[in-house]
């Protein structure tokens, strides 16, 4: 399954505007999914999260607007706008909004 959404093609795009909150939810949007890996934005509602899990691949969460708290292998940080973190493959984490926060997401297959 390979696929690229087409309407990002040779266009300028912010991407804090290819997604949008919904109250009480986690909301995504696929950019590229490619057997080499997958670019995906989300936009959570602040106290909502993803609870504790693992990956098998390297995943890199880029923060766009507010703020999130990353637990990897019960280790917690902070990111606030502009800011990133790895997650490594097969170490548990999880991500919790404290403020209404959308991220690019990175997950290379190797």
Not at 33 to 40: C, L, Q, S
Not at 44 to 72: C, K, M, R, W
Not at 89 to 100: E, I
């Amino acid at each position: 399954m390979t696929k690229t959404n087409d309407e990002f093609f040779s266009k300028p795009v912010k991407l804090a505007d290819l997604i949008d909150y919904q109250t009480g939810s986690v909301v995504s949007r696929t950019v590229v999914d490619k057997e080499a890996g997958t670019v995906t934005l989300f936009a959570f509602d602040a106290g909502q999260g993803l609870s504790e899990h693992t990956a098998p691949f390297d995943a890199l969460v880029y923060n766009i607007e507010g703020e999130v708290e990353v637990t990897i292998s019960g280790k917690a940080v902070t990111l606030t706008k502009g800011e990133m973190v790895i997650m490594p493959a097969n170490k548990p984490h999880a991500l919790k909004a404290t403020k209404r926060f959308k991220m690019l997401l990175t997950m290379i297959r190797q």
